[in-house]
């Protein structure tokens, strides 16, 4: 069983309203996943490069 991640409360309340997962989960979740999600996440919230960006 892994120990509990070493994140703040105002981290951990973050990061389960944006994966969607209930603090609970997220404390004992395995790093491997979190950061898996993380990425998915990141990978979403990132824009899509756009062609209107000038190139020199």
Request: proline content about 11%; aromatic content about 0%; charged content about 25%.
């Amino acid at each position: 069983m892994s120990k509990p991640l070493q994140i703040s409360a105002e981290t951990a309340v973050k990061l389960s309203e944006q994966l969607g997962v209930p603090i609970e989960h997220l404390m004992h979740m395995p790093r491997h996943i979190l950061l898996q999600k993380l990425a998915e996440l990141a990978k979403n919230e990132s824009p899509a490069p756009s062609g209107d960006e000038k190139k020199p």
